[in-house]
């Protein structure tokens, strides 16, 4: 009642009555209502409605009786009262309160006065009516929109007649919202850390769960509220709500729901792993090549550990379980207080035995099998039982440990040396298994390794506490089931146990882990229980159904270990007393373990409880453990894989069967494709028919192939790896394995076999039948992958169309990606020593397709010896493990690819690493065979070729084996520098302990740089190319840096020994060596496609005698290209600059002594000696340019310009012959215009004076009539005109222009070129005259007659005749030298001395250039005299024409009637600036502009023309000019094309200029050089407008001189337009602006008008002249069938052709039958056929040594039969036509030729100049 009294003060004065009741008053009388008068109330029992009853806290002092109180006290009071306003003031209401607050609302509530009062309520500033409500009981409103968390102030009024109440208020606030973002930011075992945003400043939060309310009040930072909440269950679901408070008001609240974490999500945090829980690690991701590969930082937080662990344990460290950390995980203080001594920080770093498990349980099945393996070869334990503490289970790790073999020798076999190999899974042992019961003093694992480890060598088999980090807190691995091997080598005296037996190792308490002590005690031979105290109920031990023996370990030190418990126990147990182990005080550890072996050795005796792991999944079935091999994958995968080898009996017999494609055919077909490569036995066969024949062997073969119905067995091969996901992955493994069992037992039987027939020496045959059964005995996955290339292979024989081959175009994608998935793909068929070309080529092109484009490959392989430890090296290194077929080396080539990891993409600058394994070199098994080193040389080669390193394996120091080892390797590499690929290279010599091995082998190293040297020479010899004197001629090589030192794979004797520790650290130095030289390769990495086609190109090259001069290789072609592309276009860009430079010289030259000249000398040497020094500063920088250029491309490493290497040198020689041609055609030019313009100024100075002569007499005659005053018609002036003009000229003196005898210059310079010939050539000279040679056309005579060689054809046939060949050269000079005299008298220029000197010039460098054509002096007097004969006369004429028309008395006459109309004019007086304007513009400007047009529209033409494609190089033109043959299939241009070549190219040029500017798009360069001399020419007329001077003849001249850089302004023209020119000089600006306008609208119409051929013409630059001399070459032919040269470029040492033809398509035919000969060179040179004329001396000689004749040729055999299918088909079809057109007797076309189409002629021609 408290809250509810109001204090009074004092009554107030408008009370007319009230009384006072004291508070214990329960019902107060009702007072009368004095104002009403009304007793009603009385009688009713109710009040009237003024009275009102309040409760009052009153003082003392204002009540009349104080009733005791004492003064100043406040007493609580019952007041009635009376307004004493009539119906003024309702009462309040009553129990005004809030009963619900929201965020946006409040709701209210009140008691109801009466039915007759409505309420008021006022709240910010706004009133809201409320209406009485009908119903009884308290009233209630709402007040809504309103804002959350904020105080709000409410007052009530009640209302009568509108008359309001007092009021009575009150104070709410609404509730505040909820936190934003309310979520779970960490997950920990034990708390969980919770997070939100903070609402604002004055709200704080309630969190609520588990029925407990946690306060949190208000932050003060800025950001998020964070939360944890600690002392939470591991494992458990909590709902958390959280509620926002503002004054003591809650929000509605916001839940979620979170989970700690379990134990071993916990841990698998720490480590990092979370994530691999659910997605588990694979194999292929641990695999790649990351920068942790490289990085030899220990790890620095808990995270690292399983990456170490890994990195370490994949190649094989025995360290790999030594956790070493630093920053976080140690503290590197290493001094404290004695308090500190005894701390550890071990509780913070993880056990290793959590690691092992954590990674078990985060990794697929494929890593578990690799872990599993590794960590058996390491000799550590491995899991057999793996716990997971999250669902209480564990698994039994079957399918891990299938991959463990195991070889040992038990005691049994040690006289005979026999071995047992077998998997471990699979092998009968007993095993004994170790537990703990509670707590024990004695360490188990420790105890354990002692046990297994021979006194010499400890191993840690089981970590324990004294390893670093075996101390830690086990958190995930107790109920882990450990298990080793001890295995027998067979020698008493190192073996602990003569048996093998297994040994298990539980971890933790048997207590906890039951399940696991059951099976234990279910599959163990005995069990070896360690304890401290034993429960004498121990129903643990008792309860268990035991197959095991039971052995208790005790330790006597123990205080809990007493003698009574332990015989209760032993009793219940009904053990024995040898079945109790008590370590006494007084024995020590090594009596100890001897005691616990003697134990061992006695339950391995009994020979009794030996099961297989196998079988022991059946029992761990029955106790509800689980099996890794249950999953549904792996179970179908099984049954599948034991499908097919379920089959297999008899191995040979099955692969006959089941396998057929691979046998004798592929072995056959494999001989074939040698021999069409290097044709051995044609004999003296016609070649072309023999290689027809071959082809159709081959086809033949293929129909044999196809023949064979698909086997079951491959059916469900390839059924089974077209399975989805894991399963195929499973199926591959289970096949490998069961293939490789099946191999093991034949193997063992045949070579029990072996050894008792080895006994008797009669029994050679049978051994020598064993021998082969046994390398034919092995079975493997990849006989299956190459059964499944040899289907696809025959089926690509069959139509496109064809069902059969259609369903099988899936079979490469599948093995793409199996490859992609780390699969090894056999490279090389290790039994018919071949490549599947076509298979492996379109794996390669679908595993590309399967990438992102242009994905990039580096290679890395190993070469070495047989059986040296090569796959060892890589396995070890990369973590890998290649195919081998049990109980064999390596046969052939595998490759593997390993995925790059993005941090070292850059590094690497690749996307993939691709290892290649290779079988030994100097195998015994192939020792036998002749062609052994030929097989050793192909496989060296080919792999070398691929690689980026190659590391070449030494299994002992400076072996005597190392010379023959080192011979091959260094012919591979000699191979590759000559192909233009430079691999690295590491020699790693193994099994060399000594630490100081390095400085040791100094000596070594030496020795061995003298051998390759030796073998570089020797290697060089065979190939010819004996340059080469060492061995860093052939590589880079350092013997220091290039020499690797690897110890022994094994630490102590197999098979107990573990990895040698030295070996795993030397071979990962050895890594990281090889990943810094891929990642310094100059070169580019190649994409998939590029590697496709280097291994393409190798092996076809391989397949061939001579590999170097049989190479072809596209990426090779392509580089070529690309180079060949981008330095024509640096020669243009040089040609263009040196024509731009020579043709504004020449203007420059032509201005000389002109208005128009800026020169300031007037001596022409001298200004021409100044041009000539601007040229070669211009030639000279651009030399430079170009060099420039050509080194910044072979520094280039994202293109393959590391190809063309071998080219750089003739491109450098192609750049300084370059300028030396363009310096010489430079000055030639400069001399001869200089020369013209030396003779047209004196002409010029003789026209000038004429022409003033005539102008004084035209004004003489002028002033003589203005002076009569007299007015004279135009006829009159014509008449006094011509009378004056007579008069003038005869006063002239007209003398006769002297003409030069252009022959008697001609031959002055003949002599002096031949007089290097001496007094004979002189004298040839004399006894003709030069003025009657080259009137008919040339023919070559020689002197001596030699009789033609008729030889019978079978071993070789006639070359074309000597005479031909002379007549050929003599024709090609005589047209280059003709062409170059038609483009001079072109010009219409005088004559100058350069012209004929540079014709000499052409002619010597024709005639040097073609030295193999055999000429004598007379040939070259005769051939230059008749070239200078017809030039001298071509120059004479146009001399002579050149003089006439510079004639200065034709050029009077010429301009007579201009002269008399300006007479006429001034006579008049007329205005002459318009016609003086037009005059200008037209004869003076508009031929300057046509000119200039002229002179660089040719040079715009090429440069358009270059941009084509087909014109970029020499080799796109050849194919683009062959296509197009092939394309318009007409006899008659292949013809041409054949016999008359240069013309038909020239032609075809010209063609295909006119066909490319047919749409008119040259009139853009018009337009463009139109504007270019219109804006110069009006910015001339305005130049001069603003001169000072009004002068006329000052304004013209202005106006030349700014043009004359750029126009040539005939002086003629100029001069007759300034005689008698009166026109005003403004009004001539202005006139002749207008019509420089017209003049450009005029031209345009022209150009439009002339045709394109027309406008050819009159180019200065003849276009189809410059791109012939740029694309025909050097024009050169092949010897043989006269092919052009295709080399990109001019100064180029060896000519090569990339399609030869048969021989008669040049009109070649056999002497005898005189049938068209067939055979092309390119199958000659690898032929034994001979060819014999007059180059060698009328002697036989091979094709194959062709280049002793001519080494300027390189004709290389056709890389496929298919090569030269263009000529076939040509040859083959127009037969009859070739015969005809040359008279002889049609060819015998082979029947292979006839088949060829039209489309594979052209694809032909696409790959022999590999065109993409």
């Not at 034949?746 to 006994?759: A, T």
């Not at 015994?924 to 590391?951: K, R």
């Not at 590029?1090 to 397949?1103: I, R």
Request: glycine fraction near 4%; charged fraction near 25%.
């Amino acid at each position: 009642m408290e809250d509810s009294v109001t204090t009074m003060e004092a009554i107030s004065d408008q009370d007319l009555y009230f009384e006072l009741y004291c508070e214990e008053v329960n019902e107060p009388p009702l007072p009368i209502c004095s104002t009403c008068g009304d007793f009603q109330h009385i009688i009713t029992g109710v009040p009237c409605c003024h009275v009102t009853t309040t409760l009052f806290n009153i003082r003392s002092e204002f009540v009349s009786q104080h009733l005791d109180t004492p003064a100043g006290e406040t007493k609580n009071y019952i007041v009635t009262s009376c307004s004493r306003h009539t119906h003024t003031t309702p009462p309040n209401s009553d129990s005004f309160i809030t009963v619900e607050h929201h965020e946006n609302s409040i709701t209210l509530q009140w008691d109801k006065v009466n039915n007759n009062i409505s309420f008021v309520l006022q709240f910010n500033d706004t009133e809201t009516d409320i209406s009485v409500p009908d119903e009884d009981g308290p009233v209630t409103q709402t007040v809504s929109s309103l804002t959350a968390g904020t105080q709000y102030t409410f007052t009530l009024y009640s209302v009568f007649e509108n008359v309001r109440s007092s009021g009575v208020s009150i104070t709410a606030v609404t509730a505040p919202p909820n936190a934003d973002s309310f979520i779970t930011v960490e997950y920990h075992e034990n708390s969980i850390t919770l997070q939100w945003d903070k609402v604002n400043n004055n709200i704080s939060y309630i969190l609520q769960f588990n029925d407990t309310e946690t306060d949190i009040s208000v932050p003060n930072e800025d950001g998020p509220v964070t939360h944890t909440v600690s002392s939470l269950t591991a494992g458990t679901q909590y709902t958390f709500t959280l509620y926002s408070v503002f004054e003591n008001i809650r929000s509605s609240g916001v839940s979620i729901t979170a989970v700690t974490e379990t134990h071993l999500e916990c841990l698998l945090k720490d480590l990092g792993l979370q994530q691999y829980y659910t997605k588990k690690l694979s194999l292929s991701k641990i695999l790649e090549i990351d920068k942790t590969t490289i990085n030899d930082e220990p790890a620095k937080s808990n995270s690292d550990f399983p990456w170490y662990f890994l990195k370490k344990l994949m190649m094989v460290n025995v360290a790999a379980r030594n956790m070493t950390c630093t920053s976080d995980c140690e503290s590197d203080d290493e001094t404290g207080n004695a308090e500190d001594l005894d701390s550890s920080n071990t509780d913070d770093m993880p056990n290793p035995l959590d690691i092992i498990a954590a990674l078990f349980l985060c990794s697929d099945g494929f890593l578990q099998q690799e872990m599993a393996l590794k960590m058996s070869t390491c000799q550590f334990s491995v899991p057999l039982l793996l716990p997971n503490c999250d669902t209480k289970q564990c698994t039994l790790m079957l399918w891990a440990m299938r991959d463990i073999v195991k070889k040992y020798r038990p005691q049994s076999l040690s006289e005979s040396k026999g071995f047992i190999e077998d998997r471990i899974v699979l092998s009968e042992l007993p095993m004994i298994s170790f537990v703990r019961l509670g707590e024990c003093s004695l360490s188990k694992s420790a105890l354990l390794n002692k046990l297994l480890s021979n006194s010499q060598q400890y191993h840690d088999t089981f970590v324990h506490r004294n390893m670093e980090c075996g101390n830690s807190p086990r958190k995930i691995s107790n109920g882990l089931t450990e298990i080793t091997w001890y295995l027998p080598c067979g020698n008493t005296n190192i073996d602990i146990f003569s048996q093998p037996v297994a040994v298990a190792n539980l971890r933790g308490d048997i207590a906890s882990f039951e399940t696991q002590y059951s099976f234990l005690c279910q599959t163990s031979a005995a069990v070896f229980v360690f304890f401290d105290n034993l429960d004498s109920e121990c129903s643990l031990l008792t309860n268990q159904h035991h197959k095991a023996q039971i052995f208790l370990v005790g330790n006597s030190e123990s205080k809990r270990c007493t003698l009574d418990a332990l015989k209760k126990v032993e009793t219940n147990l009904c053990l024995t007393k040898n079945n109790i182990i008590i370590r006494k005080k007084q024995r020590n550890d090594a009596d100890f373990v001897k005691y616990l072996r003697q134990k061992v050795r006695n339950v391995i005796k009994e020979k009794k409880g030996k099961m297989t792991i196998e079988q022991m999944a059946d029992i761990a079935h029955d106790l509800g453990i689980l099996v890794d091999e249950d999953s549904p994958e792996c179970q179908t995968a099984k049954t599948n894989a034991e499908a097919i080898t379920a089959e297999i009996q008899d191995i040979l017999k099955y692969k006959e069967d089941q396998l057929p494609r691979q046998g004798e055919i592929w072995k056959e077909l494999t001989c074939l494709e040698k021999e069409e490569f290097r044709l051995r036995k044609v004999g003296s066969g016609n070649i072309e028919d023999y290689k027809s024949q071959l082809q159709e062997d081959r086809k033949e073969l293929r129909k044999r192939q196809n023949s064979y119905e698909m086997s079951t067995a491959m059916t469900c091969f390839i059924n089974a790896i077209s399975s989805p996901g894991t399963e195929r992955f499973y199926f591959l493994k289970w096949m490998r394995m069961n293939l490789d069992n099946l191999s093991r037992i034949k193997l063992s039987e045949l070579q029990e076999k072996y050894k008792e027939k080895c006994k008797n020496s009669e029994n050679k045959e049978e051994i020598k039948e064993i021998d082969r059964q046994i390398s034919n005995s092995s079975l493997g996955t990849e006989h299956f992958f190459r059964e499944m290339g040899q289907i696809y292979e025959a089926s690509l024989s069959l139509p496109q169309t064809d069902p059969a081959r259609q369903q099988l175009q899936h079979l490469p994608k599948l093995c793409a990606e199996l490859l992609l998935d780390g699969f090894p793909l056999e490279l090389v068929d290790g039994d018919a020593s071949n490549i599947p070309l076509r298979w492996v080529s379109d794996v390669l092109s679908q595993l590309s397709d399967l990438v992102s484009p242009n994905r990039k490959i580096l290679v890395v392989t190993v070469l070495g010896v047989q059986s040296t430890g090569k796959s060892n090296l890589l396995n070890t290194m990369f973590g890998v493990q290649f195919a081998v077929s049990s109980g064999r080396c390596t046969r052939g080539a595998f490759m593997l690819l390993i995925k790059i990891n993005e941090d070292m993409k850059k590094v690497l600058n690749c996307d993939f690493m691709l290892i290649i394994d290779t079988e030994g070199l100097k195998s015994p098994e192939l020792a036998q065979l002749d062609n052994s080193y030929e097989h050793d040389n192909e496989l060296a080669t080919l792999v070398v070729g691929l690689s980026d390193v190659t590391i070449v394996n030494i299994a002992m120091e400076n072996s005597t084996e190392m010379k023959d080892i080192l011979q091959i390797v260094v012919h591979a590499f000699l191979r590759m520098k000559e192909v233009g690929k430079r691999p690295k290279c590491v020699f790693v010599h193994q099994n060399v302990s000594d630490v100081s091995a390095h400085e040791k082998n100094l000596r070594d190293r030496k020795l061995l740089l003298e051998q390759l040297n030796e073998m570089t020479q020797a290697a060089a010899r065979m190939e010819k190319k004996e340059e080469n004197k060492s061995f860093t001629d052939v590589m880079e090589y350092s013997p220091d840096t290039g020499n690797w030192y690897i110890p022994g794979l094994w630490n102590g004797n197999p098979p107990m020994a573990p990895v040698s520790a030295g070996y795993s650290e030397a071979v990962y130095e050895l890594k990281k060596h090889i990943i810094k030289l891929l990642g310094n390769c100059e070169s580019s990495a190649n994409d998939i496609l590029e590697f496709k086609e280097w291994m393409t190109s190798l092996w076809n090259a391989v397949k061939h005698e001579n590999f170097i001069f049989s190479f072809r290789n596209s990426l090779v072609a392509d580089a070529y290209m690309r180079l060949c592309t981008e330095f024509n276009k640096w020669e243009w860009k040089f040609r263009k600059e040196m024509y731009t430079f020579v043709s504004n010289a020449e203007r420059r030259i032509s201005n000389f002594g002109t208005v128009a000249a800026k020169s300031e000398s007037s001596d022409m040497r001298e200004f021409l000696t100044c041009l000539k020094s601007e040229a070669s500063t211009v030639l000279s920088t651009w030399e430079t340019r170009l060099l420039e250029n050509l080194t910044h491309y072979f520094q280039q490493t994202d293109v393959h310009v590391y190809l063309d290497e071998g080219y750089k040198e003739e491109f450098l020689n192609s750049a300084n012959s370059l300028r030396k041609e363009m310096e010489r055609s430079v000055f030639n030019q400069l001399t001869a215009a200089a020369e013209n313009r030396e003779g047209m100024r004196e002409i010029e100075k003789i026209k000038e004076n004429y022409k003033k002569e005539i102008e004084k007499a035209v004004h003489v005659l002028i002033d003589k009539f203005r002076k009569k005053n007299v007015r004279m018609s135009d006829e009159e002036l014509d008449k006094e005109f011509d009378k004056m003009w007579n008069e003038t000229l005869k006063k002239l003196s007209f003398s006769e222009q002297k003409i030069t005898n252009v022959f008697t210059s001609t031959f002055h310079y003949l002599i002096i070129n031949l007089s290097h010939r001496g007094s004979h050539a002189c004298e040839l000279l004399s006894y003709k005259s030069l003025q009657d040679c080259g009137k008919e056309p040339f023919k070559y005579t020689p002197e001596g007659f030699y009789n033609r060689c008729k030889h019978k054809p079978r071993k070789w046939f006639i070359i074309h005749d000597h005479t031909m060949a002379v007549q050929k050269l003599a024709d090609s000079i005589i047209n280059v030298c003709s062409q170059f005299a038609r483009e001079i008298v072109k010009r219409k220029n005088n004559y100058s001395d350069t012209y004929i000197q540079e014709i000499l010039n052409i002619i010597d460098e024709k005639l040097q250039s073609n030295q193999d054509v055999k000429t004598d002096t007379e040939f070259e007097v005769s051939l230059k005299q008749h070239i200078c004969g017809f030039a001298a006369r071509e120059f004479q004429k146009m001399h002579e024409d050149f003089v006439q028309e510079n004639d200065p008395y034709r050029c009077l006459i010429k301009y007579k009637e201009r002269f008399r109309d300006d007479f006429i004019d001034v006579f008049h007086e007329r205005d002459q600036c318009q016609k003086k304007a037009e005059e200008f513009t037209n004869q003076c400007l508009k031929p300057a502009v046509e000119d200039f047009i002229s002179w660089f529209l040719g040079p715009d033409i090429i440069g358009e023309m270059l941009t084509c494609e087909q014109f970029s190089n020499r080799m796109s033109f050849q194919y683009s000019v062959l296509l197009d043959l092939l394309s318009k299939d007409d006899f008659e241009n292949y013809v041409s094309y054949i016999d008359s070549y240069e013309k038909y190219i020239k032609s075809w040029i010209l063609n295909k200029i006119v066909e490319h500017f047919s749409t008119g798009s040259v009139s853009e360069f018009e337009d463009r050089h139109l504007q270019s001399c219109i804006r110069s020419i009006n910015d001339a007329i305005n130049k001069a407008k603003r001169g000072e001077t009004d002068d006329m003849k000052t304004f013209v001249e202005d106006i030349c001189k700014e043009l004359g850089d750029k126009l040539v302004i005939s002086q003629d023209a100029l001069g007759a337009f300034m005689m008698l020119n009166n026109a005003d000089k403004k009004q001539f600006a202005d006139w002749l602006t207008v019509s420089v306008n017209e003049m450009e609208q005029d031209l345009r119409k022209e150009f439009k008008n002339v045709s394109f051929e027309m406008k050819l013409q009159h180019l200065h630059v003849q276009p189809q002249n410059e791109l012939f001399n740029r694309l025909v070459g050097c024009g050169k032919q092949c010897p043989f069938c006269k092919t052009p040269c295709d080399a990109g470029r001019v100064a180029h040492f060896e000519h090569f052709a990339a399609l030869h033809r048969p021989q008669g398509l040049g009109g070649f035919s056999w002497p005898n039958t005189q049938k068209l000969i067939t055979d092309i060179c390119s199958s000659l040179v690898i032929s034994d056929q001979q060819f014999r004329w007059r180059d060698t001396n009328h002697k036989y000689h091979p094709y194959k040594r062709h280049r002793e004749i001519y080494p300027d040729w390189i004709i290389r055999p056709d890389v496929s039969l298919e090569a030269s299918d263009y000529w076939k088909y040509v040859i083959a079809k127009y037969n009859m036509d070739f015969a005809k057109q040359y008279k002889t007797e049609p060819a015998d076309i082979p029947a292979t030729w006839k088949n060829i189409t039209k489309q594979q002629a052209g694809k032909c021609l696409q790959e022999s100049f590999d065109i993409k």
